[in-house]
């Protein structure tokens, strides 16, 4: 046992920025700033930052939105008004408008000619937007939608791709003050009326259809289909990304927003509603999580300008589509005046290195994709730095599930070992992190960099103690701004609560299991309410998933962890094999060994199963609680919402495991 006096040596990072980077990096600049004006520390770096922002909460937010010159129109009373959870109130008072910061770089004459937007489909041609253009869109948008009858609260929904369309019609909607939502059109009509009907839109912009995969996959069935099954709607505006007439009934894009109308930019409260994102919603209807025009503006100019180090110069291009949050979380590198770089095709088209090119062609500075992305490169023996000029390339950020130890070692191998990786996990339900990019702190293989800024974010064990090395329940103990201000149909905010504070009362739990560490880093070990809990030993499928897949044979797995009737405990492995592997004695014998030997003796699966595939929601998360619901014997149409996943037919096959188990 190490003792006080002999502390364990901290691992070496893979990664450290030099001094030029961390006195370049803008959280420095804000730190000195801050520490003159508002008495944060001038010490200490990023760790007394941190400790500052979390107990001077309301300071804290003060200075962020006077360092960013959040234009309030009319003053707020105080910062934080009531700090209850859920419950809490931002800025009372304060009116401002989301768009008019978002647009704010296009009021610069030097800048106003500059690419807003770099548009990039299958072709891999960038088209640009300039500010000055997309300024004028959404103005003329703007007006357009006051004169159909949009109001503030209204709902605006679209159901488009990646597209320059989709940004512009999202910023006059907030212009407007409406409430702006959105499904990608590989959403089926009944996946999409889930979330829709819920919020009852007046408009809906639609494509006939998109491009994906080299293939054009026709959308008009769907689209009339939703004009049937929306009633609320008052107009339907078409883009004829296909090359397709407008259908009977609709209005062209081109007609609303070729007018030459400067934009007026609704004033409206801090609390107004800014867009309605939706959970993965596995089971029942998707929670429709409302987020304020206020609470994003300011989180994701802290997330983008300070954690990102995003900034005029940088291009921003992060692999996803209009039906993830992180979509929001892109057009928010508006804010910072930054270049945001939308692609819209598949990720591995025409082949594994395809987002490689992206970042190539659009000189992209942040390169956002997920951990599994990846992990596929890895796999397919991409090499970018070698085929790609990544030059431009400060940072690659990831996320939709924890990025393995072997992801770490590929990016830093492959792309340049002086390169920021930038691990980071959040949510749809604050549509921003909780844990992740620190451009001044050292990357250590397999963690997040740190908890972010105003996030008093714990790792608690069952009582509620907070725990430091050792696995425990994500917890947020103070209020965030971006924090959901209600659920839709959610009246009593019963649902609400449920979702988040029925555990600890008061306290924010995410449903993550973490490891605070004793350097500050963060390791996510996956969803705790699919924990693996062999002899009182828990453990987190990511953890499973990540020394799993490193073996060539395995596409992906799934683990599910059973209590059974008798009080044993069932523990299979399900793996979708890469082409080409067969799962004979010896792949399971090595499957075994790799998790005895790297994990865990006690987490050895009971059996190792051939699945057709892994299920997955329609934003890419493994489904492990419906697969483990199907495997205890609830019948499918009880376990999940067909219209959440992406492969019912893969359901199917679990189903049928559980049903000869009997």
Avoid at 184 to 191: E, L, N, Y
Avoid at 582 to 594: G, M, N, P, S, Y
Wanted: contains cysteine; proline residues 8%; charged residues 20%.
């Amino acid at each position: 046992m190490t003792s006080a006096a002999n502390p364990a040596p901290q691992p070496a990072p893979l990664w450290q920025p030099d001094s030029d980077r961390i006195a370049a990096a803008r959280i420095t600049r804000f730190q000195v700033w801050a520490a003159e004006r508002y008495g944060a520390p001038a010490e200490g770096g990023y760790p007394a930052l941190h400790r500052w922002s979390v107990a001077e909460l309301d300071t804290f937010w003060q200075a962020v939105a006077a360092w960013f010159d959040i234009r309030f129109s009319s003053p707020y009373t105080a910062v934080l008004a009531d700090r209850t959870m859920p419950g809490a109130q931002w800025f009372p008072g304060a009116t401002l408008n989301y768009a008019e910061h978002a647009l704010r770089t296009a009021e610069d004459p030097a800048r106003a000619d500059d690419p807003a937007l770099l548009h990039v489909d299958e072709t891999h041609s960038p088209v640009e937007t300039s500010w000055s253009a997309l300024r004028a869109q959404v103005g003329s948008l703007a007006a357009q939608l006051r004169a159909l009858g949009v109001r503030p609260g209204d709902r605006v929904s679209g159901y488009l791709p990646n597209v320059p369309q989709a940004v512009t019609a999202l910023l006059a909607s907030a212009a407007v003050g409406a409430v702006w939502t959105s499904c990608a059109p590989d959403f089926g009509a009944r996946s999409v009326l889930d979330r829709f009907q819920q919020v009852e839109p007046v408009v809906l912009f639609t494509v006939d259809g998109y491009r994906y995969g080299g293939k054009e996959h026709d959308r008009t069935d769907v689209v009339a289909e939703l004009r049937r099954e929306l009633p609320t709607l008052r107009a339907v505006v078409h883009i004829p990304l296909l090359g397709t007439p407008a259908p009977e009934g609709t209005l062209e894009w081109s007609a609303l927003t070729s007018d030459e109308v400067e934009p007026v930019f609704e004033q409206v409260p801090f609390d107004h509603p800014l867009w309605v994102l939706y959970s993965s919603g596995t089971t029942g209807l998707p929670k429709a999580i409302v987020q304020s025009q206020g609470g994003i503006l300011l989180e994701h100019f802290k997330q983008l300008g300070l954690h990102c180090d995003l900034g005029p110069e940088d291009r921003f291009f992060w692999y996803t589509s209009t039906g993830w949050m992180m979509w929001n979380f892109l057009v928010s590198g508006l804010l910072t005046g930054t270049t945001v770089v939308l692609y819209d095709g598949s990720p591995g088209y025409p082949d594994t290195g395809a987002q490689w090119g992206v970042a190539e062609r659009t000189g992209a500075t942040l390169f956002g994709t997920s951990a599994a992305y990846v992990m596929a490169c890895r796999k397919a023996e991409v090499h970018p730095s070698r085929d790609f000029d990544l030059s431009r390339v400060k940072g690659v950020a990831t996320t939709g599930s924890p990025l393995p130890p072997d992801g770490f070692r590929w990016l830093h191998d492959e792309v340049r070992e002086d390169l920021w990786i930038a691990s980071v996990s959040g949510g749809t339900d604050v549509c921003s992190c909780f844990a992740g990019a620190v451009p001044t702190l050292p990357v250590h293989i397999g963690e997040l960099q740190a908890p972010c800024l105003g996030t008093d974010l714990q790792a608690w064990d069952a009582q509620g103690r907070p725990v430091i090395g050792e696995v425990g329940e994500l917890v947020v103990t103070n209020p965030m701004p971006s924090m959901p201000i209600r659920f839709w149909n959610d009246p009593d905010g019963s649902r609400y609560r449920d979702s988040y504070f029925d555990m600890f009362p008061g306290v924010w739990r995410h449903g993550d299991w973490i490891t605070l560490t004793d350097h500050g880093s963060v390791i996510i070990h996956g969803r705790s309410d699919s924990t693996l809990n062999r002899q009182g030993v828990r453990m987190g499928s990511a953890d499973i998933y990540e020394v799993v897949e490193r073996l060539p044979e395995i596409r992906e797995s799934l683990v599910i962890g059973l209590e059974e009737p008798d009080g044993g405990y069932w523990m299979p492995l399900f793996v979708h094999l890469a082409e080409g592997a067969v799962l004979d004695e010896a792949l399971r014998t090595k499957i075994k060994q790799a998790i005895r030997e790297q994990l865990s003796p006690r987490h050895v699966p009971d059996e190792i199963i051939e699945a057709p595939g892994v299920p997955h929601t329609l934003t890419g998360k493994r489904i492990e609680v419906p697969v483990k619901r199907l495997l205890q014997g609830t019948a499918l149409d009880k376990a999940v919402n067909p219209g959440s996943v992406d492969n019912l037919d893969l359901l199917r096959f679990y189903e049928d495991i559980a049903r000869k188990r009997g």
